[in-house]
């Protein structure tokens, strides 16, 4: 079974970082293009940020460049998103995701960030 | 990087069919048949439904059916049951490796 667990979410001041984690498990991890797509509260669903199987290409949406950094450790399973300078629109659910040929085949629970003072 | 756009609406009652549109341009719907659809329950993870236009994933019931023309793609829900009740994202790919959102319809089967 397909799963893919969010964790690193909370409560942070804007300006601040934080770093979320996504432990993938029950299908070949480092096969897959994987992303991080967000929703804020009451809205829809916005990609953020994807990163090729080895990690050698990354694109982000132009809201969050220079900001954030996925990165990915294969050995271990994982998916990462590092977020600095925070504003309170990142506040949102934000899910990692499989992904395949531009679509999202499997996604996480979602960890929720929430930027405020 | 501008969202797809969607009706906030559609509803049907119980058996009937409906349709949801997702429109863009030709640099995203109408450029590529990587168009996919997601249904979202509330407090729920987005759910894969249809990629590629029409193609859907195992277990997805063929009562949920994806097409396009030119710049705009359509679900089209069949049957409806009441558990089909949920948000329904559309997705494109944009190019250079981008991929856009729709706003997002809320169905409502009455």
């Known amino acids: 079974e397909v799963q893919l667990v969010e964790s690193g979410g909370g409560l942070v001041q804007p300006g601040g970082s934080l770093r979320l984690s996504c432990a993938a498990s029950?299908?070949?991890?480092?096969?897959?293009?994987m992303s991080w797509v967000r929703q804020a509260p009451g809205k829809g669903l916005e990609w953020v940020a994807k990163i090729k199987e080895d990690g050698s290409e990354k694109y982000y949406v132009d809201s969050v460049k220079g900001r954030f950094t996925i990165s990915r450790d294969n050995a271990k399973n994982s998916l990462y998103l590092q977020m600095n300078s925070l504003r309170a629109d990142d506040t949102a659910v934000y899910y990692c995701a499989s992904e395949k040929w531009y679509y999202f085949d499997y996604w996480g629970q979602g960890t929720l960030v929430t930027v405020s003072s | 990087q501008s969202a797809l756009t969607q009706p906030p609406s559609a509803s049907g009652s119980p058996g009937q069919s409906v349709t949801i549109s997702c429109t863009g341009t030709s640099s995203d719907v109408g450029g590529y048949n990587y168009v996919s659809w997601y249904q979202q329950h509330p407090g729920k993870a987005p759910k894969l439904m249809i990629y590629e236009v029409r193609k859907r994933p195992s277990g997805v019931p063929d009562r949920f059916s994806g097409s396009k023309s030119g710049n705009t793609a359509s679900l089209t829900v069949s049957g409806l049951q009441a558990e089909d009740e949920a948000d329904y994202y559309c997705?494109?790919?944009?190019?250079?490796?981008?991929?856009?959102f729709g706003g997002g319809t809320k169905l409502t089967v009455l």
């Open positions: 029950g299908f070949s991890f480092s096969d897959y293009w």
């Open positions: 997705n494109s790919y944009a190019g250079s490796n981008n991929v856009v």
